[in-house]
Structures are given as structure tokens and as C-alpha cells.
DNA sequence: TTACGTTATGGAAGCGCTTACATTCATATT
DNA sequence: AATATGAATGTAAGCGCTTCCATAACGTAA
């Protein structure tokens, strides 16, 4: 018996009197293949520990199996939780990840995207792009299957999956507005990505209905990272007339947010009330546990592959931009404004 | 000219005037091409931009270029750190990375080595693996090169790197005690996991130099989540003789911590000491900042990478456990418990 | 029985590259 | 001038597979 990284179809088709033409339909689960010769074919297989080599089939089929991936940065529940959701729906199809983190540099992300649409990968999945609007164009023109997560696309219809950001923020703020808050503070992400604007908008535009004026200065922009949060809380605190809710746009913001507010020794919702957004795992784990809006994240992760094996499959599919919705969790972080419950 | 994704040797040969050879010679940096030649291939190859197709040198050269990483999870700062590490030096030598995550399955993880180990990528980074017993001896027989990460490997020399667990635990413990304090609560990670061992054993060896006598109910077994650091610090608080200081073996249990003793009205540091371990970005952006062990997780991924790239380079190298230095990051979680300070 | 459509199987060609070996050519050596 | 030496380049043989086309085997209707 041969080295098991050894075995080709060559000593399958011998082991079980075939060619290796019908091994390979075996293999491609061909219809033209008798079922016992099948079995016979799948026994020697398993007899001899038969694994297909990627890269020859690659080759000789012309296409890899492989599916790319782009990610700002890999140590986040949020980017966690989408990959699950590739992940999921990758390993039903036998399909592999291959991952690339930008960390957040345009040219690397241009680069990346380059070369992998270049015969890399099949397909490519790209979370959270920076700069998309440098390559998409050059992908569509090629034909090169892609969906973007979390980006509102290029204005065209291109795929792309995302969350209802403005309605999450419309109806974060609505609950606030109808605890009987009047001043809620606001704390934005990066304000080029969409899904940012999209919140901002969302939080302006309930203010709106409930004609409450807009304060520019209840609004502090952030970068979605945990030092913007409890920055922006401080701010807003220090305000001549501080709000009693800040809304930050997303979790990790929330808990600077959490932090600054008890560092003044207010209490969390008695004097100042919290929401986040993205509902990450840590949110329900913290004291008190985070009122915020939930984005259906592993969901984000399932529909985006499930759209880019549509794309795979037939490539004249038009696939547009979906949006997933998004669901207000109400935990301990918010409660009825003092001078009102009190 | 042809499509960009059909640039082939032989249309570089033809463009620069030499055979398909040469320009093979060329992408592998061969030394046999005359420096001008050399010059005229490149030129050719960046004027119909080539690139070499990926799945045909790895058939023929025998090699893929890419590493296998399995990881528990990624949407954990832990983990994030690790592999930017990995990725920097990957980066460096043109490989690119295909990831893993086991979701801590064992199965799976079993599953996935002996699929990668059979050709898909040359080596293989295991992250905290769960059960490397089950294959690593297959690993080594069949000489299949892979390093672990954050494990103690098997007895025998087998290529790890990891931190000094039990040192980081010593040290910390130790800074408490001269702190002042006497009661010292612990909160242990996964219990089959090395490190989690290490550290504790390392608590209880400083309790013993300082002669503190050991009390089993200042021991509470966690799985390195952020509920278990909460209901943690809750069982230790509920004592009869709580304690004045609480070690957490990871950060993220810190946190938990954090919030249970805030939950209960206690101050940090006044009331209660809280030390984590680890050193995650977030330590230092929550409030009070938390006092903690570094793990030099980057470099953990690049030594690791680097151990990697060197049994690819000679598989003979005998390779074995690197342990990286641990250090206590005080911050402003501890102080000298109150009835001292006061 | 013959002819014909199906279905199952065999085999050649080729995917784009590396590599060992063959060949060429220039230069050094006697 | 004749030959050895070594550097630069060309070429054939695969790597392990898919796929198309040819062929064999098997029914089935006439």
C-alpha cells in the first residue's frame, strides 16, 4: 500500500477494474455511472483512503472551490458571528475559506481583491469593504462573482446583503422618545460607511416625528471603537444640559459609553440610559445588560454566501442589494428618564 | 490581447522572446537567467499582467503555498491578535492562509487535519487545539509539518509555542499579595486546557511561597466566558469571608467580574482587587482600566509562523516548545485592600 | 434476427506550471 | 587552435485531474 498522500484516481481505477474515467465521474457524482460500479468504486476509496487532489482538480476543472474572503479585522464578535454564517453555509457545499485581513488598508484591500480574482477563488466575499468602489467596477466588467456584507453596494444594483440600519436607529430612539427622554446624546461610527449615515439618519429622523429639536451638539462622531464611546459619553456629559440617553451606534461603543457614565458615578439607566447596536454576545453579558438593536449578523453571513452560490451557479443572475432586519433588544441599560420616574 | 485572467507563460514566452522555461526561471527567482533577460521577462509579464496560476504550480511544484489555521473561534480579540501576527509574517514570504473554525468540535477539528494534512496546504497552525492527541501522532509520522499555539503539545517534543503561563500567574498572584492582600479569589479557564492548569498552578505556588494558607472555596472553576467570571465573582462575594482581591484567568472573565462586583454596590479597586490575564485591547478601554498579565499573542502567532516556515524549509530541524515572556500590566483595577489602606 | 437508440465505460487531450536533462554559446585553459 | 568549463536557455515529461469523444454493452422494437 502506497503513502496515503499518494493515492490517485490511477490506483482507485485499479484497485476497482475501472478506468479512471469513471472514477472521476464517481468522484463528480456523474449519472453515468451503474450503481454497483459505483459502490465498487466508493469501496476501493474508502479501501485505500482515497482524497482528491485540490489543486489537479482545480486545474483541470477550472475552478477552485475556494471561496476568498475580506475582512477589516478578524478580533471581533461582530466579524465572528458573520463568519459563522459563511462558515455554515460553506461547509454544506464542500466549499473552503480562504481569509484576508485588510486591516483597514485601502491599497492592501485593492491589492487583495486583484489578486484573487485572478483565479485564486471562485468567488469573493467582502465584509465591511473600505474602498469598493476602486475595484467593483473592474469585478462586474470581468464577470467576477462577488457580494459585499454590510455595504450599501455602489449606488448600482450590486449584491450585496445589509441590515435595515435606518429603521434599527428610527426605532432605538422612538422607545427612548416614548420612555420620555427628550435629550438623547448620539454617537456615530465611521461616518464614510454607509451603515453609519444610515443610523444617523435613522436617530434624526424619529427625532423629527416626535418634534424634537435637533441639538448638533447631542450628536458626537466616533469611530466604532470602545475609546470613542466612553470620549463621546464624557463629552455629551459634560454638556450644560447633558442628555439623559446616549444611543451609540454600536456595542463596543456602548460599553465606553457604560464606562464613562459610572466613572461619574452616575448609575446605568437610573440617571443615563444606553443603547448600542449589533447585539453582540458580550452585550447581554454585562451589568447592566445592554438595551440595543439586534443586526441579524450570522444571518448576514448565511444570505451573503448563499447569494454568491446563486452567483457561482448562474452567473446571469441579478442579484440586488437585500436587507435583513434588524430588532430592538430591550435589556437593563434603559429606563424612564429621573426627573420623570422619580 | 487576451483576458486578463488567461495570461499564461507562454504568452510572456512569446512576448519577451525566450521559452516558457526562462519564464518559470524568472517567478522562482532562478539564478540561471541572465540579468537583462530576466528584466525583459518581468517587463513582458507586468505589461500583459501575468500572474501565475496558482492551482498549476502547486501541481506541479508539489507544494500549495498555503497554511492551514484552525482556530476555536474567531470572533475573539484572543484569537484576532494571534493572527496578525500569523498574517504578518505570511505576508512576508507570499503564502497565503486558509482558515478553520472548529467551533471547539472535536470532531471537526479531527475532521479538518486530516483532510488538510492530505495535500490541500503545505503546514499546518493549530490554535489551542482541543484534543491534538487524537492526531498529532498521525501528524508526525507521516512527517506533516505543523506548530501548535497556546498548547503544551503532547509530552513529547512537539513544535509549540506558548507563554509562560504559570510565571504570569506567579507574578500576578504575587503583586497582590504584597499588595496586602490575604484572601485571594481564582477564577480558572477550561480545566483540560494546559495553560488554564498552568496558571492556576502558578496562583496556588505564589500563595504557598507567601504562606497563605490555600482555601478551596477561593477557587472557582470557569470555562474563560464572561457569565462564568460573573457568577464567579458571585460565589466568591456570597462567602462568608469573601475575598479582597479576585484573579481572573482571562480578561474577558475579568469583565465578569467587573460587573458582579459593581452589581453588588463594591468599588474597584477600593472594595475588591480585580487582574485579568491576557492583555486584549479592550483591558485597557474599560473602566477602571483592568491590571493584567500580557500574553504577547502577535508574537506568539509569528514566532509560531516563523517555527512553521522553518520545517517547511528543513523538515529534519528539530523543532520544540518556545515559551514567550509573560508580564504583569498594572493598571487601575488594584489596590491594597481596604481595610489596610483605610 | 437485425437495426437502432440508450447507457456505461475507456481513453486521449489538455489545464498551466516545475524540473530534470539536453543543448547552445561564450569564455577560459592548455 | 583545440578543448574543457560553466552559464544561459530550450524542451520533454509529467503533476492528478476533468471532459469530450469514441466505443462497447445492453435492451428493445420491428
Redo the contacts between chains.
Keep these: 500500500m502506497k ?3 499518494k493515492i490517485t484516481i490511477l490506483d482507485v481505477a485499479n484497485a476497482s477494474g475501472v478506468s479512471f474515467g469513471t472514477v472521476s465521474r464517481v468522484i463528480n457524482n456523474d449519472i453515468h455511472v451503474k450503481p454497483e460500479t459505483r459502490q465498487r468504486v466508493l469501496d476501493a476509496m474508502r479501501r485505500l483512503g482515497f ?1 482528491a ?4 482538480q ?2 483541470a476543472g477550472g475552478k ?1 472551490n ?1 471561496i476568498g474572503l475580506l475582512v477589516p ?9 458573520i ?2 454564517g459563511i ?1 455554515a453555509e460553506l461547509g454544506l457545499m464542500g466549499l ?6 485588510t ?1 483597514r488598508t485601502a491599497s492592501k484591500e485593492a491589492n487583495y481583491v486583484a ?1 484573487l480574482a ?3 477563488v471562485d468567488g469573493l466575499l467582502l465584509v465591511l469593504p473600505r474602498h469598493p468602489a476602486d475595484y467593483i467596477e473592474t469585478l462586474t466588467q ?1 464577470g467576477f462573482p462577488f457580494v459585499l456584507i454590510d455595504h450599501q453596494g455602489t449606488g448600482e444594483n450590486c449584491p450585496a446583503v445589509g441590515a435595515t440600519n435606518w429603521q434599527g436607529a428610527y426605532t432605538a430612539t422612538e422607545y427612548l422618545i416614548k420612555l420620555g427622554h427628550q435629550r438623547i446624546g448620539f454617537i456615530t461610527g465611521w461616518m464614510d460607511l454607509g451603515c453609519a449615515q444610515d443610523r444617523l439618519k435613522g436617530y434624526r429622523s424619529a427625532l423629527r416625528t416626535y418634534h424634537i429639536p435637533e441639538a448638533p451638539d447631542l450628536v458626537y462622531e466616533g469611530t466604532f471603537s ?2 470613542d464611546g ?1 470620549a463621546g459619553a464624557s463629552a455629551l456629559l459634560d454638556l450644560p444640559n447633558p442628555p439623559t440617553a446616549i444611543f451609540a451606534s454600536n456595542d463596543v461603543m456602548a ?2 459609553v457604560m ?2 457614565v ?2 461619574r458615578g452616575l448609575r446605568i439607566p437610573d440617571d443615563i440610559s444606553v443603547v448600542g447596536f449589533d447585539n453582540i ?2 452585550s447581554a ?3 447592566p445588560p445592554l438595551t440595543t438593536v439586534q443586526q441579524p449578523l450570522e444571518q448576514m453571513g448565511r444570505v451573503a454566501t448563499q447569494m454568491l452560490l446563486g452567483i457561482l451557479k448562474d452567473p446571469e443572475k441579478e442579484a440586488g442589494r437585500i436587507e435583513l432586519p434588524t430588532e430592538l433588544i430591550v435589556r437593563g441599560s434603559t429606563a424612564p428618564p429621573k426627573d420623570r420616574a422619580g
Excluded: F, W
Design positions: 503513502s496515503a498522500a482524497v487532489n485540490r489543486q489537479a482545480s486545474l477552485t475556494l479585522d478578524l478580533g471581533t464578535g461582530y466579524i465572528g458571528e463568519i459563522r462558515d473552503d475559506l480562504i481569509t484576508y485581513t486591516h489578486n485572478r483565479g485564486m470581468r470602545q475609546p466612553y460599553m465606553g464606562d464613562a459610572r466613572n454576545a458580550q453579558m454585562v451589568y
